[in-house]
T-cell receptor
Framework: DQQVKQNSPSLSVQEGRISILNCDYT??????FLWYKKYPAEGPTFLIS?????DKNEDGRFTVFLNKSAKHLSLHIVPSQPGDSAVYFC???????????FGQGTRLTINP | EAGVAQSPRYKIIEKRQSVAFWCNPI?????LYWYQQILGQGPKLLIQ????????DSQLPKDRFSAERLKGVDSTLKIQPAKLEDSAVYLC?????????????FGEGSWLTVV
């Protein structure tokens, strides 16, 4: 039962352009959503989060959008930089619990 | 602030052997997690501790996996006997008891290959 889905295993974007990573979820009890970034041979690092009561959160080049009616969130990176090349995981927290449920990840490659 | 420390970083064992991983969370973090990440998949929670008590171990294969967190700080995850399908990265993570945004901080992971 995959409660958090990232349907694109990979994405390739030109440097300077916008990267859009997508995530869908099925559980209405999720109250917080997070994006993590993972480089090879390293653990995931927290990138940005959004509460279910908001529809947008912005931090520098990174913006997360939440569409609760569609149970969909997206991460926008603009402008994309070569250092953004990594695997991005979408994660969601079940209301009342601290554990996170992760998607399968999307490998983002930024081409010079 | 030091991050989550894990060891060993890499381990290769034969099936049916045993292995143990160690984790030291960020100082002051009451909640500790062990996640398993199989290649091509997202991390999956195995067990969650709050201080030295187990909060959630519903996805821990208890016939072969065990974990403990003595004194509410360090934790060990043991696999005995190992199977080929246990080949994965074992990620330890920690968080404060009540965290705005519920940020969980991960260690670099312990890479296990079972042959």
């Amino acid at each position: 039962d995959q409660q958090v889905k990232q349907n694109s295993p990979s994405l390739s974007v030109q440097e300077g352009r916008i990267s859009i990573l997508n995530c869908d979820y099925t559980n209405s009890m999720f109250d917080y959503f997070l994006w993590y970034k993972k480089y090879p041979a390293e653990g995931p690092t927290f990138l940005i989060s959004i509460s279910s009561i908001k529809d947008k959160n912005e931090d520098g080049r990174f913006t997360v959008f939440l569409n609760k009616s569609a149970k969909h969130l997206s991460l926008h990176i603009v402008p994309s930089q070569p250092g953004d090349s990594a695997v991005y995981f979408c994660a969601a927290r079940i209301q009342g619990a601290q554990k996170l449920v992760f998607g399968q990840g999307t490998r983002l490659t930024i081409n010079p | 602030e030091a991050g989550v420390a894990q060891s060993p970083r890499y381990k290769i064992i034969e099936k049916r052997q045993s292995v143990a991983f160690w984790c030291n969370p960020i100082s002051g973090h009451a909640t500790l997690y062990w996640y398993q990440q199989i290649l091509g998949q997202g991390p999956k929670l195995l067990i969650q501790f709050q201080n030295n008590g187990v909060v959630d171990d519903s996805q821990l294969p208890k016939d072969r996996f065990s974990a403990e967190r003595l004194k509410g700080v360090d934790s060990t995850l043991k696999i005995q006997p190992a199977k080929l399908e246990d080949s994965a990265v074992y990620l330890c993570a920690s968080s404060r008891l009540q965290t705005a945004g519920n940020t969980i901080y991960f260690g670099e992971g312990s890479w296990l290959t079972v042959v």
